[in-house]
């Protein structure tokens, strides 16, 4: 009989912020390879027409096999996923990703809002852990992420400016649930990211964070560092590229907070199945 954990339905979690340059891409890269470290299955998909993601693993971003093919139903995808060196398997995005938009309209998409969850059907059970990289938009793109995911990641950054767009997210998010596109999503993570300890309107705002989203924003700050920045430019993940310093510590402790509220969800569930 298969284990209870083998049957275990993978995590999805859409990363999401409409603001750019707030970690998103640098947060699903990093935990992404941080719980396959762990022995976690890990599949990253890339939905940004910037593809970040893509060429952070060193990809091309004009690539030919990419999210965009699968939301057209011109391929599967199993046909675009690669397996990469760190262990995670990665859906590519491509800068074709921009015309997700007109495409639908022109060609009037049916179930335009659930092409990802279709396409995903086939192959989500393999999975623990599956992340999607959303752009800095509301568009078709980002319902497609909201309508498969189980959880919802907010990565943002402690000043003020940055705090302005998160009623935006949590409407939407309201929305998505009272349309029934998916009536069990939830917001399960803000990651505090580009922290800055010795700013004093930081802590200001990190507490603003946690009165707003009592018991979901992250213990771990992720600290402003250059490593994470070069990493980026260097197709590799923060603990191939520099295992022993702060960013890889950060990230590292996040994923292990992850992996600890995985524990205690699962510790409530068998009590509560008795
Ligand atoms: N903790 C950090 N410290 C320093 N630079 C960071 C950190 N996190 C991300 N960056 C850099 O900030 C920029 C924006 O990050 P990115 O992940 O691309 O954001 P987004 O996907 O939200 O647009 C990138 O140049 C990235 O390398
Ligand atoms: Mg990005």
């Not at 309209?105 to 969850?117: V, Y």
């Not at 302005?164 to 990211?193: F, M």
Request: proline share 4%; glycine share 6%; with cysteine.
């Amino acid at each position: 009989m298969p284990t209870k954990a083998a049957t275990k339905e993978a995590k999805i979690i859409a990363v999401v912020n409409n603001k750019g340059g707030v970690a998103k891409t640098t947060s699903v890269l990093n935990i992404g390879a941080g719980l396959a470290r762990r022995g976690k299955r890990v599949l990253l998909i890339d939905a940004d027409g910037q593809a970040n993601l893509t060429t952070c693993f060193g990809f091309p971003k004009d690539g030919k096999k990419s999210l965009y093919e699968v939301l057209c139903e011109t391929k599967s995808i199993k046909d675009v996923m690669i397996k990469c060196t760190n262990g995670v398997s990665l859906v590519p995005g491509a800068e074709s990703l921009n015309t997700v938009e007109a495409q639908a309209a022109a060609a009037n998409w049916d179930m335009r809002e659930f092409r990802l969850k279709h396409a995903l059907e086939e192959i989500k059970d393999q999975y623990d852990y599956i992340f999607i990289d959303c752009p800095p938009a509301m568009d078709t793109r980002v319902t497609n992420a909201l309508a498969v995911a189980t959880e919802v990641y907010i990565p943002v950054i402690a000043e003020p400016l940055s705090l302005q767009g998160l009623d935006s997210i949590i409407n939407r998010i309201d929305q998505i649930i009272s349309k029934r596109v998916n009536s069990r999503l939830r917001i399960t993570g803000v990651i505090i990211t580009l922290f800055k300890p010795k700013v004093a309107i930081a802590k200001d705002c990190v507490m603003y964070l946690e009165e707003k989203f009592p018991n979901v924003v992250f213990h771990t700050r992720i600290r402003d560092t250059v490593t994470l920045k070069e990493a980026t430019a260097s197709d590799k993940d923060i603990f191939q590229y520099a295992p022993n310093k702060q960013g890889a510590w950060d990230y590292s402790a996040l994923v292990d907070e992850i992996l600890k509220r995985e524990k205690i969800e699962n510790e409530k569930e068998s009590t509560h199945n008795g």
